[in-house]
């Protein structure tokens, strides 16, 4: 019988080996080096990875987050207020036709409650002026954005806050992780 956690590592490193190459494109993708790092430390510490319950980061050129899809709209929402774009731009595809809408403030969470599905399930770009939202399905979200660093932690100390964790953090690019009601902050 094999030992899981002792072989994980060498598990996941054989699993890669035989994929396809469009399918480690998927999973670098999807997958980044910290995540990665913290994974393997995890096994070698002898705990489990835990996904978390909500998650963010906070980069030089982006903040991605993973949030919980009965949180997505109001998220969405407060997000757009946080940015103060007069105008959001909506694409998305479906059923192999691809679709745009443009939506003011106003109009947005009539917008959002109309591709509801969509968010939860497709890929839905979102456009705040210079601010590119890409959702992939699944709360999984990146913002691209030449936001300040101030702003960028303001709209992740938002995000945490909707999630209802109120967190100081000190540190410029961090990440933040909600696993079983605690936060688990680590500066990058």
């Known amino acids: 019988m094999i030992d899981i956690d002792k072989n994980l590592p060498v598990l996941v490193a054989n699993l890669i080996k035989r994929m396809s190459p469009q399918e480690k494109e998927i999973l670098v993708s999807n997958l980044d080096t ?10 070698l510490e002898g705990r489990p990875y835990l996904e978390p319950d909500a ?20 998220f969405l929402i407060r997000l757009s207020r946080l940015l103060r774009a007069p105008e959001i731009m909506l694409r ?14 106003a109009e947005f969470r009539k917008a959002l409650q109309n591709i509801q599905n ?15 939202l890409y959702s992939t399905g699944g709360g999984c979200m990146l913002l691209e954005t030449p936001l300040s660093n101030r702003m960028k932690k303001k709209i992740a100390l938002e995000f945490l806050k909707l999630c209802g964790y109120l967190v100081k953090i000190n ?14 902050v680590k500066k990058e």
């Open 34 to 43: 910290l995540t990665l790092r913290d994974l393997q430390k995890g096994v």
């Open 171 to 184: 540190a410029t690019y961090f990440s933040a992780a909600v696993i079983k009601e605690r936060v688990e």
């Open 55 to 74: 998650f963010v980061r906070v980069a030089v050129d982006y903040v991605s987050f993973e949030i919980p899809e009965p949180k997505i709209t109001e």
């Open 92 to 105: 998305w595809n479906n059923n192999g036709a691809a679709f745009a809408k443009t939506a003011s403030n």
């Open 118 to 132: 969509i968010i939860a399930d497709g890929v839905v770009t979102f456009e705040f002026g210079p601010h590119s």
